[in-house]
Structures are given as structure tokens and as C-alpha cells.
């Protein structure tokens, strides 16, 4: 096995796949992902994109990233 491709993890390390980190009993959203969302809603907010995150954490475990998110809905008067 080539070293520099092959990594071996613990399972409660996760795994990261699009978007998410995905552990035995529950999938968080993956912390890139989260900034990536909070820094395009703060520059550029549309109803739409907030609509859309908000089916995207649906499908994990993100109850305080939901309400941070509106929150910052809220911080920024919209």
C-alpha cells in the first residue's frame, strides 16, 4: 500500500463526506462547510440560500448550528 495515499482512522475520528462528518450513530456538519454557509448569508443574504441551509441541516444533527444561523439572521436585521 502506497503511504501517502492510505490513511488509517479510528471510527470515532468520523468520516468526512460531502460536507459532513459522519460518525456511527449521527452527522455533523463538517466546520469548512459551516463557515463557508455563515460567510455567504452575512455578504450576500437571500431568502432562497436561507431556505436551502436550512433543508441542507435537516439532515443531520445541527440544532445550534439552525439557531445560529437565524440568529445571525436577526444580528443582521433581514
Excluded at 435537516?58 to 440544532?63: E, K, L, P
Excluded at 448550528?65 to 436577526?74: F, T
Aim: aromatic fraction near 12%; glycine fraction near 6%; charged fraction near 25%.
Amino acid at each position: 500500500m502506497n503511504p501517502n495515499k492510505v490513511f488509517i482512522k479510528t471510527l470515532s475520528s468520523g468520516i468526512d463526506f460531502l460536507g459532513w462528518v459522519h460518525f456511527p450513530y449521527r452527522r455533523v456538519l463538517r466546520t469548512s462547510t459551516k463557515r463557508r454557509m455563515f460567510r455567504k448569508i452575512k455578504n450576500n443574504f437571500k431568502y432562497q440560500s436561507l431556505s436551502s441551509y436550512a433543508g441542507l441541516l435537516r439532515h443531520g444533527n445541527c440544532y445550534e448550528v439552525k439557531s445560529e444561523l437565524l440568529k445571525a439572521v436577526e444580528k443582521n436585521g433581514r
